[in-house]
């Protein structure tokens, strides 16, 4: 059975820099004035992350009769990362979720929650983290299922999984405990069987929804099986799953460049001393976005050549992320030491960049094993 081409809402027949156009507007006057209350954990904003769905910023790269396109998504997702590195990550997130369903062969469950991820009508995320290591030998899978008439019994547990909330959904696999594989499926926060823990306070981000989950024999029906061999689904989803990671960098990036830029007429006559320009990062960046649109044009290229560019082109984003953020404090000076200043808040969710999987560590082994 073939995956299901899923149809774009109605306003992504828009040329695609009229999404991240619209998304960068709704950032610019609803998001910003939220970031703070995001990065201390006291807004989830919900709604904004709706307002972004209703304008395609989570459907533009849903397949179209076979191929899939990542580019716009990713240039949205940078609109949002130059406001809020937090809210760009729960764009991932809900990306990632839209993109599990899109590609699953399971019709029923893509004619069910489609459009509806894909709107942001319904939020989630993506809780591969520990099936990730996993795959690339760091850790065993935690969570165990037994098939039933229906479905699987699934229990175990999930440290981190974020963008979640009452009604929301997240993909994750289980290790069959009554004969060999692994299953992925869509978990429904709704069910009383899985409990969400509010995880301990973070240095950043903390208002992403993020939490640990626990299954304590869940029933999970067929119709909510992404994959019942997720192996090969997971190398087919793979490449979409680390690309779209680069909106992040990209957003971040480009608001360190600005921040240097800010304080060049007070600053620029000692700022000039530093080894690290914004020239220098400008230029990054410009490589970084081009080779990202490159790969995005064909995440679903099989050969080792195109995955080995994929990890190496998200390393070099991670590392340019902190690299960014680094110069931009120090051209800030004691201004950007201060809580009020966002410099020493894009310094910390540079490092977020850098470690959430594939972390740093994780990229390095994946291309030593390649």
Avoid at 57 to 83: F, K, N, T, Y
Avoid at 333 to 361: C, D, M
């Amino acid at each position: 059975m073939g995956s299901l081409a899923l149809s774009r809402a109605e306003v992504l027949d828009q040329p695609a820099p009229s999404i991240a156009g619209e998304v960068a507007r709704i950032a610019r006057e609803d998001l910003a004035p939220l970031a703070a209350g995001i990065d201390d954990g006291s807004v989830y904003p919900a709604e904004v992350l709706r307002k972004f769905g209703a304008v395609g910023a989570w459907g533009s790269h849903v397949p179209q009769e076979g191929p899939a396109d990542l580019r716009c998504a990713i240039q949205a997702m940078a609109a949002i990362g130059e406001v809020c590195g937090a809210t760009a990550f729960m764009a991932w997130c809900q990306n990632t979720l839209v993109w599990y369903a899109a590609n699953s062969t399971n019709l029923k469950l893509a004619k069910r929650f489609g459009d509806d991820f894909s709107t942001g009508r319904v939020l989630g995320g993506t809780g591969l983290s520990n099936p990730m290591k996993s795959f690339f030998g760091i850790e065993k899978l935690k969570l165990k299922g037994r098939k039933v008439e229906g479905g699987y019994l699934v229990r175990g547990a999930l440290p981190w999984v974020s963008n979640l909330g009452p009604g929301h959904y997240f993909g994750t696999i289980f290790e069959r405990e009554d004969e060999p594989g692994q299953v992925m499926f869509l978990a429904d926060c709704s069910d009383p069987a899985i409990t969400l823990t509010p995880c301990k306070p973070f240095m950043a981000m903390d208002g992403t929804g993020t939490y640990g989950v626990q299954f304590r024999d869940a029933f999970v029906p067929d119709e909510l099986i992404l994959a019942d061999s997720a192996g090969p689904f997971v190398k087919k989803i793979r490449a979409g799953f680390i690309l779209l990671q680069a909106g992040m960098a990209l957003g971040l990036i480009r608001d360190c460049i600005n921040i240097m830029g800010e304080v060049d007429g007070s600053l620029g006559h000692i700022n000039r001393y530093l080894p690290q320009q914004p020239v220098h990062f400008r230029d990054l960046a410009a490589e970084l976005e081009a080779e990202t649109m490159a790969l995005a044009r064909d995440p679903y290229n099989e050969e080792e050549t195109y995955w080995r560019k994929v990890i190496a082109l998200r390393l070099r984003a991670g590392e340019a992320s902190v690299a960014a953020a680094h110069a931009a404090m120090l051209h800030c000076g004691a201004r950007g030491y201060l809580k009020s200043h966002r410099a020493q808040r894009r310094l910390r969710e540079a490092y977020f960049v850098a470690i959430v999987t594939p972390a740093t560590k994780q990229l390095r082994k994946m291309l030593a094993d390649c």
